[in-house]
């Protein structure tokens, strides 16, 4: 799993894998809460598939994810007390900031049209947009889907979540479905075709002279290409002879069509002093790099300063005059 699988993971897990599950019951304070009634889990939590314009990928196809033995299939665990009955379907995963997304249909981008290219296999034998089965309490299942490759599928990375959705006890259909927890699969396609990762860098700068309190840096990303990638930040700071003062560096996944904003801060600055900073950004075609010498200066230093040089200067000014005098007096 790469590193931008995980981020995309740690962000679904954030924000599906909590959602309303039964409360637990205590016996008193001091006791650990029971197992809920309803707890659903879904493995794998990510999965990545190269697509090729007409595939059609399911079962046991060679082109299905290696995550699980079973081929193109999810499992279903009930790790709760009660049976329960749960739906599968699939929705886009629109990244529309950093660390926010959005799974809505109205958030649909071309980067996000394998959310329809998916269905699942249900109890009759043909696949469909969504499934319902039912689970028994430690019972685990497997639920198979398919992914159909449009002719024309554009160049890319293409991005899903496959859902699992509890529902309640009642109809299965109508207004009195309640839905009672979700987990949620990212789904990542590679097309094969013009592959193209790159991106620009706007709104670049960083703090060159404060009166005391943080340095901050601050940089614009735009992915520009067809397909996420990683962008890499750094942040160094030297005294003048080289001695490395602080650093933090990092890299935050970026997402086609997204703008990212990084923000640095270096809180614990010296209270007074000259050093010379380094900030980069890189990453796919990006390489910007500036370094420059940085001043903190209090203002009551900048104030004894600006007198000090006063004085220098009367000083200066009341030697001349002197001198001048004595040349005066010497001409007469």
């Excluded at 689970?135 to 554009?154: F, L, N």
């Excluded at 900030?279 to 001043?295: P, Q, R, Y």
């Amino acid at each position: 799993m790469n590193k931008i699988t995980k981020l995309i993971l740690a962000i679904v897990v954030a924000l599906a894998g909590v959602a309303n599950v039964s409360a637990p019951v205590f016996a008193d304070e001091s006791e650990e809460s029971e197992t809920p009634a309803t707890w659903l889990q879904v493995s794998p939590t990510a999965l990545t598939v190269t697509l090729m314009s007409g595939d059609i990928i399911s079962g046991q196809s060679s082109k299905c994810p290696e995550a699980l033995d079973g081929g193109c299939i999810i499992e279903i665990k009930n790790l709760g007390t009660e049976s329960f009955r749960y739906r599968v379907y699939a929705s886009p995963y629109s990244v529309t900031g950093k660390d926010e997304v959005n799974f809505s249909d109205s958030a649909s981008t071309s980067f996000t049209q394998i959310s329809r290219w998916l269905s699942f296999l249900g109890s009759d034998g043909e696949y469909h947009d969504e499934v319902i089965y039912e689970i028994a309490p430690g019972e685990t299942q497997t639920v198979g889907y398919r992914i159909e490759v449009p002719e024309d599928v554009p160049g890319g990375a293409q991005y899903a979540v496959i859902w699992a959705q509890t529902l309640s006890n009642g109809s299965a259909g109508g207004t009195g479905v309640q839905t009672l927890s979700q987990a949620g699969v990212v789904v990542s396609g590679r097309s094969i075709g013009n592959t193209v990762q790159q991106a620009e860098v706007t709104d670049y700068n960083f703090t060159r002279f404060a009166l005391g309190g943080s340095l901050t840096a601050h940089a614009n990303i735009k992915n520009t290409g067809n397909t996420d990638f990683d962008a890499y930040y750094s942040y160094t700071a030297r005294t003048l002879f080289g001695k490395e003062l602080y650093t933090d560096n990092g890299s935050i996944p970026t997402f086609p069509g997204v703008d990212y904003d990084i923000d640095l801060s270096w809180d614990n600055t010296p209270f007074l002093g000259i050093f010379t900073v380094e900030f980069k950004i890189s990453g796919a075609n990006l390489d910007k790099s500036e370094t420059h010498i940085v001043m903190i200066m209090p203002v009551f230093v900048m104030v004894l300063l600006i007198l000090l040089l006063t004085v220098v200067i009367i000083w200066i000014i009341i030697i001349i005059r002197k001198r001048k005098e004595r040349k005066a007096r010497t001409l007469v």
